[in-house]
């Protein structure tokens, strides 16, 4: 079946531009995770969702983000006011279970931040 | 000290060979552990996941697991020049949640 997917796949923003990412989690999933990604280095969490419900965004770096899945299914992850810091690939993952479980990623957005 | 620890290598192995991947993590809840690859400029792939202490195998992949040691490893047989990657090693569960906490990855390169 279809894999998480994830839109745009690039993205450029002037600094100070609002920028808004899309993922569409494998259906049925009830978990939803974003995690940004430096290069380098390992994804690090930013906020996960069960269902609709946001149940953790303590990773979120600053008051400019802002994560919603108004309806169970598409999230969106909205950055405002972007700077040169926020530029990194943005990875959404999805798993079946309440628990999390296996955790499968999207292909990712690359953000950069000119 | 890192949550995850992971040699960042690069590892060079020949290919035929066996690679050996290895992590460290310092929570002792930790319940879950995944092995990801990561080609260049993509997204992780899960290759492996192992709850319990010992050995999983799958085709030409084996994850182990010491919780008394916080330790995971993944070793590879029949190392393939395809194998070349990032692998990244990631802890979840106790006071990480349901979040994934990754390691930073081990470069694996294989020679043919």
């Known amino acids: 079946g279809a894999g998480v997917s994830q839109s745009p796949r690039y993205k450029v923003a002037k600094r100070g531009q609002d920028v808004a990412l899309r993922c569409d989690p494998i259906?049925?999933?009830?978990?939803l995770f974003w995690y940004q990604q430096a290069l380098g280095q390992g994804p690090e969490f930013l906020t996960y969702?069960?269902?609709?419900?946001?149940l953790d965004k303590s990773g979120l770096p600053s008051d400019r983000f802002f994560a919603e899945r108004p309806e169970g299914s598409v999230s969106t992850l909205k950055i405002q006011r972007t700077q040169q810091e926020d530029s990194a690939v943005y990875l959404c993952?999805?798993?079946w279970g309440l628990g999390g479980d296996e955790q499968y990623f999207g292909p990712g957005t690359r953000l950069t931040v000119t | 000290q890192k949550e995850v620890e992971q040699n960042s290598g690069p590892l060079s192995v020949p290919e035929g060979a066996i690679a050996s991947l290895n992590c460290t993590y310092s929570d002792r809840g930790s319940q879950s552990f995944f092995w990801y690859r990561q080609y260049s400029g993509k997204s992780p792939e899960l290759i492996m996941s192992i709850y319990s202490n010992g050995d999983k195998e799958d085709g030409r992949f084996t994850a182990q697991l010491n919780k008394a040691s916080q330790y995971v490893s993944l070793l590879i047989r029949d190392s393939q020049p395809s194998d070349s990657a990032t692998y990244l090693c990631a802890v979840k569960g106790g006071e990480y949640g349901n979040k994934l906490v990754f390691g930073a990855g081990t470069i694996l390169r294989v020679k043919s």
């Open positions: 993952a999805s798993s």
């Open positions: 259906s049925g999933h009830v978990s």
């Open positions: 969702f069960q269902n609709e419900a946001q």
